[in-house]
């Protein structure tokens, strides 16, 4: 980590303890190999990658027709900068990049303050893709993003990712389930999907036991679906597949793992099987459950704030990603109120 980056990291994340960073980024589309006007472009190799300013934003196609908006740090402190990618919920059915609240409205503007490359994700969505369709294509976004990382001034050695929901679900099981899960494929197979850091919001863990009550059973069932016409026999097989508490080693990266007291669509406990797994495997993580947060995290009086859950998530990827401690050190802090 150059000196530079870090105490441009730890200028913002002082900024941050008093309020939350709320800049929005300018927005542009690239046209290889700067970005110009409005057009999508596709990007099918390497080359293809548009090359950004400080600041510059871009939509770019990574695999499989899918779109990722790029936003480059608001300003560049010298060498290649680190990434955080957003993953977004809904129930793995609905959503894009751009969707998610102030999870990615204004988690996405404190990160690219304080530095990092900002990447935003679509992914194949049910009813017409089937699962794996969607972690295939995460898996394929960060695998883009090393293999074009100089045109986007990414240390590839130093990438986060974070979602909420079904998106925490996928961050999830890219910190966990490596090439022998069988999703690997597609372009780049010369390059890692693997992640420095994961923040899961909410994500379904153990999807065996979502819950058979209310709203979570309507978010099991939304997931069954994604796999087609599967025996019974086979299911219980299936959803042990793709569930990240499966794939927990040794060595995986660090987890902020975030859940609320009163979330009845995933339950806390999803939380609590993810942090014993990596408990027993001696993975570094996290646990923060916010007080009256609902399944969003946007509840007016909860505990800890909107504010503080951004400085929270901008905190982690500092402390993992840029000054390579992680939770418990004593470079990362819990929020309180």
Sequence with gaps: MGRARGVAVASLL???????????????????????????????????????????QAT?????????????PTKFHGGAAPAAVYVHGGSWVSGDYDTGGFIIDTIGPALAKAGFVVVS????????????????????AIRYLRANARHLHIDPSEIGAWGQSAGGHLVALLGTAGPSAGWDIG????????VQAVVDMAGPSDLLTMGDQGDAVLVAESFISLLGSVPRNQLGADLTRASPVTYVRPHDPPFLILDSDNDQIVYPQQSTELAQRLAANGDPHQVVTVI???HEFDTVGESPSEA??????????????????????????????
């Design 121 to 140: 994700l679509d992914y194949r969505l049910g009813p017409h893709g089937h699962w794996p369709d969607q972690i295939v294509d995460v898996k394929c």
């Design 187 to 194: 372009p780049y197979r010369n390059e890692s999907s693997r």
């Design 292 to 294: 009256r947060g609902g």
């Design 14 to 56: 002082a900024a941050l303890a008093l309020a939350p960073a709320l800049a929005a980024c300018s927005s542009a589309s690239p046209t290889s190999p700067r970005a110009t006007g409005n057009a999508t472009v596709p990007s099918p190799a390497p080359t293809s990658s548009p090359t950004l300013s400080a600041g510059q």
């Design 60 to 72: 770019v196609i990574y695999c499989n027709h899918q779109q990722a908006r790029i936003t480059e």
């Design 308 to 337: 503080n859950l951004v400085r929270l998530v901008v905190e982690f990827f500092a402390a993992t990603l840029v000054f390579h401690t992680g939770p418990g050190s004593s470079g990362f802090s819990s929020p309180t109120g």
